[in-house]
């Protein structure tokens, strides 16, 4: 069970490691808890975290949760080689 602010820096290593035991098929359950804003008035918009959650959400939605992991994974990567501070 992983309970993290998928916009924070602090929850890449978790939720790449995630995805690690995904791809290399490994013999255990996951849970993902994302810890974002609960204030239903704050949007996307405001909160990078409520962004990624939903970005999350519509990817599993259309593909698959994999896909959905796999988005936030890239989103993580391409935040940390451009530098933005979270």
């Known amino acids: 069970m992983i309970l993290a602010n998928p916009a924070k820096k602090e929850a890449r290593p978790l939720l790449k490691l995630a995805e690690s ?3 290399h098929a ?3 359950r996951m ?3 994302f ?3 609960p204030d239903q008035s704050v949007t996307g918009n405001m909160d990078a975290g409520v962004a990624l959650l939903n970005a999350f ?3 599993s939605e259309v593909k698959d949760a994999y896909s959905g992991l796999a988005f936030i994974t ?3 990567l ?3 080689y451009l ?3 979270t």
Request: aromatic content about 16%; charged content about 10%.
């Open 57 to 59: 959400n519509y990817v």
């Open 26 to 28: 490994a013999p255990l």
């Open 31 to 33: 849970g993902l808890v």
């Open 35 to 37: 810890a974002v804003n």
């Open 83 to 85: 530098g933005v501070k």
């Open 74 to 76: 890239d989103v993580s």
């Open 21 to 23: 035991f995904y791809v």
């Open 78 to 80: 391409q935040i940390y």
